[in-house]
């Protein structure tokens, strides 16, 4: 699959966008009848908790950029802070987008399950 259609503008609409992905900066502010989210890496479940892990954030996502700076200066716990409200933050939109109903898998299976259990 590609993402965007390669026009960040306009892929959502065309025609052949049933088999395109969007990301969260293209997907904003958007509506679908049906939206199919993947949570990766960066967001998984572990005794009793939900953990954000931005180190595992795709490297091309600019939304954490300066995270590792911040870490650096101002310490570990406080860009773990930032970085939690952003990649959640990202989820829920993403999650929001679809006006009839969402798709949603996980890559750890604890979450997947925990997911399940919520609905």
């Known amino acids: 699959m590609s993402l965007n259609l390669g026009s960040s503008s306009t892929w959502a609409i065309d ?3 049933i088999n395109e ?5 293209t997907c904003q502010g958007l509506e679908f009848d049906y939206v199919g ?3 990766g890496d960066d967001m998984r479940y572990e005794d009793g908790h939900i953990v954000t892990d931005y180190t595992k ?8 950029k300066g995270i590792k700076k911040i870490a650096k200066e101002q310490g570990e716990e406080v860009a773990q802070k930032i970085a939690e409200n952003i990649i959640k933050n990202t989820y829920r939109t993403l999650m929001t987008r679809g006006m009839k109903g969402c798709y949603v898998y996980c890559i750890d299976n604890n979450l997947q399950e925990l997911l399940k259990k919520m609905q």
């Open 15 to 17: 025609k052949n966008s």
């Open 21 to 25: 992905i969007g990301c969260i900066h």
């Open 37 to 39: 989210v993947i949570i």
């Open 57 to 64: 954030r795709a490297s091309t996502d600019n939304s954490l």
